[in-house]
RNA sequence: GGAGAGGUGGCGGAGUGGUCGAUCGCGCCGGUCUCGAAAACCGGAGUGGGUGCAAGCCCACCGUGGGUUCGAAUCCCACCCUCUCCGCCA
């Protein structure tokens, strides 16, 4: 969410970065409502003072034993009561509209970022390592001999229907691996605190990192009001909500891996086949919350974190900075890490790193506070480290031979007690 | 799920209808004293909003939302959360 006041001194600024985004006309709403809305507040807190004065008399006139006076002040008061409430009504309801529009408003995009109306304006800025040269036609994850004894779907439509997976054996381990080694390495190599979470969570922790209220259609909510996340974006970043943190706390970097769940509407067609897409998946996420000076060094150190994963595993990949047109709501500036998919030959994203500045701290009202000085709102950033189910996918398709079998990533063996690879029958060896 | 207790400023903890935005202690900031520090003493400081060049003034906030009253942190209702005990349970 954005300041109004800041919106109100620098119109042109927001207009212009909203531009980019595509987004015209913005501020001339904002602050045409932003004025009435003073308008109504003037009125309403004016009349409330008169009423107030008028009460204070009534209780000096009782105490004195001014009973005249007293009945006429307290007439007084009874009559002006009607007259406040509707001003107040009106002036809660213009201030409720006011920030019903900020909050469907998007985060303005860093300068740096690149401008662009969609994807085929983002950046490559990195590039590691070279796809392998297959000597046969490499398949899709979903298509490899050892693979599919692992990998049941229609087991899993018949329980819960399209875009689920039932995982067996080897796959299974694998998938559960790739995980561990995701969190022992943010752990003890990147210094970030593994956490666990709820994955139900109340609507506020959903609109504090911008799902709600412009994409409820993209999450499920229980039938007690609950969310389901969609990240656990929602609950690391979320747990500093409301507080004043001290500034030498900072910065905390969480890790976590939850579960994730996403409705994916409006992606029908998209991807249906295997695994790439679906309603529940897993994914360790990174998220760090800090002063809005860090925010961008904190940004390249996880975006460090997130790629040291994928070397680990030695799959190639890119990293792409978005452009103003492809990022999400509440990015300033987001990478994207995208890996080689051999089956699919092409670069597939595995990982979205954002920094959202004080973008969700202000919706979340979480500040920090320097010795001595008054609260200032965090920088908030989060990011994949990385995709679990996305992760397997690429480990199985780059690590595909011939013959049907699956050669495991060396820094997979310890996981695995030993065992390198997934034989052409789909088990373990 | 049942019974009980409770939710007040950074923390602890008073306050049960009328200058209470709130006593006090700790912590914090500034000062006096000191070579310096500690102690002691003096002073300062909540959050958000509106208005004003400013000083300031005004409004709201004592878990949340309603209600009673001329007037509510204080009374009433509903809800949420925390703690203790019991029950149930992975």
């Known amino acids: 969410m954005h300041d109004i006041r800041a919106i109100r001194e620098n119109p042109a600024a927001y207009d212009a970065a909203w531009a980019r985004r595509g987004l015209s006309g913005l501020t001339t709403r904002v602050l045409a409502l932003d004025e009435d809305r003073r308008g109504k507040i003037l009125a309403s807190e004016t009349a409330t003072a008169e009423q107030n004065r008028a009460s204070k008399e009534a209780g000096a006139a009782k105490a004195r034993g001014d009973e005249a006076e007293f009945a006429r002040l307290r007439a007084l008061v009874t009559e002006k009561k009607a007259e406040i409430q509707s001003l107040t009504e009106d002036a809660a309801g213009q201030d409720k509209a006011l920030r019903d529009l900020l ?13 662009g109306a969609d994807e085929s304006g983002n950046v490559e800025i990195h590039r590691w390592g070279t796809p392998r040269n297959f000597d046969f036609t490499p398949k899709e994850h979903f298509d490899i001999k050892g693979v599919t004894p692992g990998m049941d779907f229609a087991t899993a439509a018949k329980l819960s229907g399209s875009r689920f997976v039932v995982l067996k054996g080897a796959v299974t381990r694998v998938h559960r691996a790739l995980a561990q080694l995701m969190l022992d390495t943010h752990v003890e190599e990147h210094g970030l605190t593994e956490t666990w979470t709820p994955v139900l969570v109340k609507e506020e922790a959903m609109y504090g990192t911008n799902q709600l209220p412009k994409f409820a259609e993209d999450s ?19 747990s500093v909500a409301g507080d004043i943190l001290d500034e030498n706390q900072l910065p905390i970097r969480m890790t976590a891996h939850t579960q994730c769940f996403r409705s994916e509407a409006g992606s029908s067609g998209k991807d249906t086949t295997g695994m ?16 809005p ?11 460090n974190c997130a790629q040291a994963i994928l070397e680990k595993l030695g799959l190639p990949y890119r990293t792409i900075v978005l452009c103003t047109g492809d990022m999400g709501f509440g990015a300033q500036k987001t990478h994207d890490l995208e890996v080689w998919l051999p089956g699919q030959q092409k670069y597939r994203e595995i990982s979205s790193v954002s920094t959202c500045g004080t973008f969700q701290a202000r919706r979340m009202n979480a500040r920090y506070r320097a010795p001595g000085g008054k609260p200032e709102y965090l920088a908030t950033l989060n990011g994949s480290g990385l995709a679990v189910g996305r992760c397997l996918i690429a480990v199985l398709e780059n690590g595909q031979q011939a013959d049907g079998s699956v050669d495991l990533p060396l820094a997979l063996h310890p996981y695995l007690g030993g065992k390198t690879r997934i034989a052409a029958d789909g088990i373990l060896a």
């Open 293 to 303: 000076e860090t925010a961008l060094a904190e940004h390249d150190r996880m975006t």
């Open 220 to 238: 499920y909510q229980t039938t007690n009001g609950w969310w389901l996340i969609p990240t656990s974006e929602v609950t690391l970043t979320n």
């Open 276 to 291: 790439l897409r679906q309603h529940q998946f897993e994914k360790v996420e990174m998220v760090t919350i800090c002063t």
């Open 103 to 115: 909050m469907g408003l998007p985060n303005l995009p860093l300068d740096e970022v690149p401008s």
